[in-house]
Structure formats: C-alpha cells, structure tokens
C-alpha cells in the first residue's frame, strides 16, 4: 500500500536557522508530490507541489522542495526560518493514476523560537 | 472569492446521538474530499466525489459514516451513534476537477467532541 513518511514529528529552530523537513514516500509509479501547510489557527494550504519537470521546486514564503526519485522523496527547505513559519507541515502524494487517492504523511509540528 | 466553508466549527456530542457535519466547497469546484485529522495521525481519507460519478467511500472506517453531495455542491458528512473515537476534526477540501495534480482547498474544519 502507499504510504508517505515524516521523518520528524516536531521540530524547533531559532530563527535563521536553516530548515530540511524529511518526506519519502513508497509507490512504485509516477507521482504528484504536495507540501501543505497550517498555520496556527488558519486553514491547511498548499505550500508548492510537483507533478512534472524541474526537480526542484520554488513555493511560497521562500520555501523550496526537491523530488529526487531514486530516493522515493521530496524534502522541504528554507534556508532562513523565521518565527512566522511555526506551523504544522504535511507531505502528500497522489499516484498519477485517477483511481488513487492523496495520500498524507503525518506531520511535522515546526516551532520556531524568536 | 469565498473558500471553503464548514459548519458547525465545534460540536460536542454525546455518546450514541448521531451528527451531521457541513461542508460548502468553492463554486465551480467538482471535486469534493472528507477528511478526518486525530492528533498525531495525520490527514486519513474518508470520502471523494467528483460530479457525478459514484463516490469513493473506500476511506469511511465503518457502516456509522455516510455523506451525501446535493446538487454537485453542499455535502453532509454523517456519522451515527457516535463513539468517542470519533473525535477528531473534520475537514472538507474541494478542488477544480478532482485530477490528481489539483491543488486542494481546505475548510476551516468541524472539531467533534464526542463524550
């Protein structure tokens, strides 16, 4: 069965530190990869997403991710957190298959520290 | 434009009474999701629909589940008798067609209290 793991459960950085939030996914096919994100107290939304082309891929906020398809995974990046990035992230994958569903990691809590 | 909206945003329950959960996707949108987010556990699957065709209700974990989509737009998420294990919060997402590289959109989510 699909399934897509976050390495890290909880996070906390002091601001400006670099930020890698883990993601591998198992599927053996061509996929979708998404990075979600809730904020405290506001709805989950998409941070950047990849379906084709360039591996790496530039999303809001100065959040960037990277599909390296050897390696089953498409981990998350900022080189400069700041307070305002406390927040709850999510990975997904959806099979390029339209009978497969979105599939959801866990989560990763990030606390940042001002 | 207006997003995703979800009604009630809170409701505590009592064991065994039934609850009706509401979702308004964005207009236009065909493709509709339930989700169910426990502490620690992530986003599980319940429920898809996508315009007309049949629903895939392979996510719904036990016969006390249902939802229904009226008119390709508002849905109702039911669960009976609820259980304690069923507080969680719930979350509706719609996106533009369904296909599998759409971005979804969220509600602010329903918190179910079952006690």
């Known amino acids: 069965a699909q399934s897509v793991s976050q390495h890290n459960h909880h996070v906390i950085l002091s601001e400006a530190a670099s930020l890698e939030l883990g993601c591998n996914y198992s599927y053996g096919g061509t996929v979708n990869l998404f990075w979600y994100v809730q904020y405290p107290g506001q709805h989950l939304q998409l941070l950047l997403k990849y379906f084709s082309g360039d591996p790496l891929v530039k999303g809001i906020k100065g959040f960037e991710a990277e599909f390296i398809k050897s390696k089953f995974s498409f981990n998350l990046r900022k080189p400069s957190v700041q307070w305002s990035d406390t927040a709850e992230y999510f990975c997904a994958v959806t099979p390029q298959n339209r009978d497969d569903k979105i599939i959801f990691g866990k989560g990763t809590r990030l606390h940042i520290l001002p | 434009g207006a997003g995703v909206s979800q009604s009630p945003s809170n409701k505590v329950t009592e064991k065994g009474k039934d609850v009706e959960l509401r979702c308004d996707p964005i207009s236009g949108h065909t493709a509709l999701y339930w989700y169910r987010q426990s502490l620690g556990q992530g986003l599980e699957f319940l429920i898809y629909f996508q315009g007309n065709s049949a629903p895939d209700k392979s996510g719904l974990p036990s016969d006390r589940f249902s939802a229904e989509r009226t008119g390709g737009s508002v849905s109702t998420l039911t669960i009976q008798r609820t259980q304690q294990e069923d507080s969680a919060v719930y979350l509706c997402?719609?996106?533009?067609?369904?296909?599998?590289?759409?971005?979804?959109?969220f509600g602010p989510g329903t918190r179910l209290t079952v006690l």
């Open positions: 997402a719609s996106s533009i067609s369904g296909t599998p590289a759409d971005t979804q959109y």
